[in-house]
């Protein structure tokens, strides 16, 4: 099946800077990858998603990039806001698959004010 | 209305009862999943309906019985559950990938509903 491995596991950074997350996949058939964001108390909340044939999707503050060679996908957070405090899993998966969703490990993410 | 309603919001329960969790969607979404999420852990899948038909279980205690009456509603039938069974229960919709529609888009989870099993 899918290895899914997220780093890192914590991330603290100044407000106002940049955050990267990076998640690998072990699975070359894969061909959607999305970010999910979960805050306290919630469930996970899509906030951004690739799909193979793109290399990088910007929505605002947040872009996610894909190396499919290299398998792996990262979301970059910019102008990190206190809001963005979260924690933060991707879920790369297949089309073909019978709508399997597997999460990685997750990233907590912190921002000092 | 892109939301996913889930029944109860806390439920607290004992090990020899029977209790039921709803899922509700209107997205028409065809794909419906319930997912078990334990603290500081990602969520876990358990079951996935594909057009109101079980298509995964992923090896789930019989415990745990989920059922789509239709394809707007998910309940997951709980019985003799263990104490170790206590989590956030977390269902979700998405379109079911189908030879129209080829591209897939993300999940819409609900907000859960957090089970305590005494």
């Known amino acids: 099946g899918e290895n899914v491995e997220q780093h890192p596991s914590t991330l603290s950074v100044q407000e106002g800077d940049s955050a990267v997350i990076k998640c690998t996949y072990s699975?070359?058939?894969?061909?959607?990858f999305p970010w999910y964001k979960q805050e306290l108390g919630k469930g996970p909340q899509l906030i951004i998603d690739?799909?193979?044939?793109?290399g990088e999707k910007k929505d605002q503050r947040i872009a996610v990039t894909l190396n499919k060679t290299a398998k792996h996908f990262s979301l970059h957070i910019t102008e990190t806001q206190p809001e963005d405090s979260a924690v933060y899993f991707c879920?790369?998966?297949?089309?073909?698959?019978?709508?399997?969703?597997?999460f990685g490990s997750g990233t907590r993410l912190s921002i000092r004010p | 209305d892109t939301e996913v309603t889930q029944t109860p919001k806390h439920l607290v329960m004992g090990m020899t009862n029977k209790k039921s969790l709803k899922c509700e969607q209107h997205?028409?979404?065809?794909?419906m999943y319930w997912y078990k999420q334990k603290a500081k852990k990602p969520p876990e899948l358990m079951f996935v309906?594909?057009?109101?038909?079980?298509?995964i279980n992923e090896s789930v205690p019989s415990r745990f019985s989920p059922e789509c009456p239709n394809s707007s509603l998910l309940n997951l039938h709980l019985h003799a559950l263990q104490p170790e069974d206590s989590a956030l229960y977390l269902c979700?919709?998405?379109?079911?990938?189908?030879?129209?529609?080829?591209?897939?888009?993300?999940?819409?989870f609900g907000q859960g509903t957090r089970l305590t099993v005494v």
């Open positions: 997205m028409g979404h065809r794909a």
């Open positions: 690739i799909r193979s044939n793109v």
């Open positions: 879920a790369p998966s297949r089309h073909s698959s019978a709508s399997k969703i597997i």
């Open positions: 699975d070359s058939a894969s061909n959607y």
């Open positions: 979700a919709s998405s379109q079911a990938p189908s030879r129209e529609r080829l591209m897939r888009i993300g999940a819409f």
């Open positions: 309906y594909s057009y109101e038909k079980l298509s």
